[in-house]
């Protein structure tokens, strides 16, 4: 690595390190809360939940699967050496001062080290294959730090193995890049909508389809069938939100989302040259626009769609206002914590101040999800900038 | 040496800015009492008084929040909310029809703020025969009650948070303070070489 790559890492590395402990999110805490329970010997923690809910502080299910639970619970007992004395006191602490712990700051840190590690990874993922600007960018935009380390999901991890996936197809590596997605889709079912244009990036014969799906299926496979006929798995893992909201707007009972990922995926499959960040970036636009989404879900399509987005300075620009208009969109759903409790490491005091929906409904009388509404209708005006095919001006941003 | 300086001030900036200038710039009252956890079993009775004391160590209290409960929305009784001193003279009163009270919500007051270090809250329901409406509290009488207090000038606020966030620091863990202060030492040398290395090469 030379050393204007090192300075690059470094200086990120050190921004995140003074950065990521400021940020909470509640995630961050149910997922550590079911995760200690590996260390006590539980493997099937749907089981375990259902079994003990009435003497649990926490009771929520957990939703994810069977390999996110056993890989992020070996990391938790890894990093269990480094973690303050009362972290436990804290996962298990559901009480109305349930955070008010001095040591909150390094509990945040330290549980966000994997993602530090995958968000390396991705960068330098995203540095060989489309050079030293992307991998800027990369490390330093705002939206990757916010999706990363404020909302501390561990979409991050998932995202990683879809890039590495990526990788891998570029250099033919044909069993590596599906295996890979295969463990993103392992560890959440998401990139499972990646994985047709993944198989048709070149043109694929029918026998290299079936042993791309094999090669997917292996990790999700292995993973899941010890549960599968467990009905506390099934029960909670059907509580799971994507699918359901894919298909939650419709047009004359038609769902959009699907329609649009089917036209798109078309189109892919129909190019002689492929694009597989275009149609990510389609798809990026479509989902904002068609599906009611959770804010880190943006973060499944953010290193795909860096590359067609800084062809020209009006893209640059279109793109970040598409992208605060989304964050505007989050900030219109009404829960504290995904708002001024982000900040809640640095002083309680800011769950005191209104949040923005109660300041639209008392102060201006508006109605927060109309205006939602009014966000994606926007969206999609500023997506036609990406769809209809202007007459271009030289690149602003090279990739190298 | 010069090469270093940007990245310097901009973690310093960005560490300033987080945890110092933003929460003084947004953060105009601070949270004081928070009593919760209790559960709606005060019935309002029809000119009967229910009261609480309220400490107001800061003598800047700014708001007050009560927890009630009104099944299905039922009852459109008035309560008659008051702030009183230790003498009795009143301060601030509130008046509320049940229709604002839902099943169950907070109820906040905000008022300008009062300097009396205690004062009592009197709450009563004014209605021909006892209310449907109940009162959040403990198996002690304790009410449901939150308190804000507002904080002083902008100027005080930087100081205060300043001095509240070196607070909080003290009360981490000492080895990890410890660690992770060498850690961002280290890593910063480490950056100072390579700048330095960089220009030398120039």
């Given at each position: ?5 090192k300075?690059?890492?470094i200086?990120?590395l050190?921004?995140r390190?003074?950065?990521a402990?400021?940020f ?5 805490k149910t997922q550590?809360?079911?995760?200690q329970f590996l260390?006590s010997?539980?493997?099937?923690i ?12 926490y009771?929520?299910?957990?939703n ?7 890989s992020?619970a070996?990391?938790q007992?890894?990093l269990?050496?480094?973690l303050?004395?009362?972290f436990?006191v ?5 009480s ?6 001095p ?8 549980s966000?080290?994997p ?6 990874g991705?960068?330098?993922l995203l540095y060989?294959?489309y050079?030293?600007?992307i991998?800027k960018?990369?490390?330093?935009n705002?939206?990757?730090?916010y ?5 501390a ?12 996936a990526y990788?891998?197809?570029r250099q033919?590596?044909?069993f590596?890049?599906?295996f ?10 998401y990139?499972?909508?990646?994985f047709?244009?993944f198989?048709f ?5 029918i ?5 791309a ?9 292995f ?6 006929t467990?009905?506390?798995f ?11 909201k ?13 329609l649009?990922?089917t036209?798109v995926f078309l ?20 989902f ?11 973060l499944?399509f953010?290193?795909f769609v860096i590359?067609p987005?800084?062809?020209?300075k009006?893209k640059t620009i ?9 964050l505007?969109y ?9 708002f001024?409790?982000?900040l809640?490491?640095?002083s309680?005091?800011?769950l ?6 109660e300041?639209?409904?008392?102060r201006?009388h508006?109605d927060?999800a ?12 500023l997506?036609?900038?990406?769809i ?6 030289n690149?602003t941003?090279?990739?190298? | ?8 001030l901009?973690e ?11 929460p003084?710039t947004?953060?105009r009252?601070g949270i004081?009492?928070?009593?919760e ?9 029809n000119?009967?008084?229910?009261t609480?004391?309220?400490s ?15 099944p299905l929305?039922?009852d459109?009784?008035?309560?008659s909310?008051?702030i ?11 008046a509320?029809?049940?229709?604002n009270i839902?099943?169950p ?10 300097s009396?270090p ?15 409406l109940?009162?959040?509290?403990d ?19 930087l100081i205060?948070n300043?001095q ?7 009360q981490r ?8 202060l060498?850690i ?7 950056l100072f070489?390579?700048v330095?290395e960089?220009q030398?090469?120039k």
């Amino acid at each position: 690595m030379n050393r204007k790559l090192k300075i690059i890492f470094i200086f990120a590395l050190i921004l995140r390190l003074i950065l990521a402990p400021l940020f909470y999110h509640r995630d961050l805490k149910t997922q550590n809360f079911h995760l200690q329970f590996l260390s006590s010997g539980v493997v099937n923690i749907y089981q375990y939940i259902a079994d003990h809910k009435s003497e649990l502080p926490y009771r929520d299910t957990f939703n994810y699967l069977p390999l996110t639970y056993l890989s992020l619970a070996s990391v938790q007992n890894l990093l269990k050496p480094l973690l303050p004395g009362d972290f436990y006191v804290w996962i298990n602490d559901w009480s109305a001062t349930q955070d008010n712990y001095p040591n909150l700051f390094y509990f945040l840190l330290i549980s966000k080290i994997p993602y530090l590690l995958f968000d390396f990874g991705i960068a330098y993922l995203l540095y060989k294959i489309y050079g030293e600007n992307i991998l800027k960018i990369w490390l330093y935009n705002p939206f990757s730090f916010y999706f990363i380390y404020v909302l501390a999901n561990f979409d991050v991890i998932p995202v990683f193995f879809t890039v590495l996936a990526y990788y891998y197809l570029r250099q033919n590596k044909e069993f590596l890049a599906f295996f890979s997605l295969g463990l993103a889709v392992a560890l959440k079912l998401y990139p499972l909508m990646f994985f047709p244009f993944f198989l048709f990036y070149y043109r694929p014969k029918i026998k290299k389809i079936f042993l791309a799906t094999l090669y997917l299926l292996l990790p999700l496979i292995f993973s899941i069938v010890p549960f599968i006929t467990n009905s506390a798995f099934t029960n909670s893992f059907s509580g799971s939100g994507l699918t359901q909201k894919i298909f939650e707007i419709k047009f004359f009972h038609l769902p959009l989302f699907p329609l649009v990922y089917t036209l798109v995926f078309l189109k892919y499959f129909f190019s002689k040259t492929k694009s597989l960040e275009f149609s990510f970036l389609l798809l990026f636009l479509a989902f904002i626009v068609f599906v009611p989404f959770h804010s880190q879900w943006l973060l499944w399509f953010l290193p795909f769609v860096i590359l067609p987005v800084i062809k020209t300075k009006i893209k640059t620009i279109t793109f970040l206002f598409i992208l605060l208009l989304s964050l505007a969109y989050v900030a219109l759903i009404n829960d504290q914590y995904l708002f001024w409790g982000h900040l809640i490491p640095i002083s309680f005091d800011f769950l005191n101040l209104p949040h923005p929906v109660e300041i639209i409904v008392e102060r201006f009388h508006q109605d927060p999800a109309l205006i939602q509404q009014d966000i994606k209708i926007f969206v999609a005006f500023l997506s036609l900038i990406f769809i209809i095919p202007f007459r271009e001006k030289n690149n602003t941003l090279s990739t190298n | 040496m010069k090469k270093i300086i940007p990245y310097l001030l901009i973690e310093i900036t960005l560490l300033f800015f987080f945890t110092i200038l933003f929460p003084s710039t947004v953060i105009r009252e601070g949270i004081g009492q928070n009593i919760e956890g209790g559960k709606p079993i005060i019935s309002l009775e029809n000119n009967k008084y229910y009261t609480q004391e309220i400490s107001n160590p800061t003598g800047t209290l700014n708001s007050i929040s009560l927890q009630l409960k009104n099944p299905l929305i039922q009852d459109n009784s008035l309560i008659s909310i008051e702030i009183l001193d230790t003498d009795g003279n009143l301060k601030r009163d509130f008046a509320i029809y049940g229709s604002n009270i839902g099943d169950p919500s907070w109820i906040k007051l905000k008022f300008a703020p009062l300097s009396e270090p205690t004062l009592l809250v009197r709450i009563t329901a004014d209605t021909p025969n006892d209310s449907s409406l109940y009162l959040f509290a403990d198996d002690n009488g304790q009410i449901d009650l939150k308190t804000t207090y507002r904080y002083q000038a902008f100027r005080s606020r930087l100081i205060q948070n300043y001095q509240s966030q070196i607070k909080l620091f003290s009360q981490r863990s000492f080895w990890h303070n410890f660690s992770y202060l060498v850690i961002i030492i280290l890593l910063n040398l480490y950056l100072f070489k390579l700048v330095n290395e960089a220009q030398s090469k120039k």
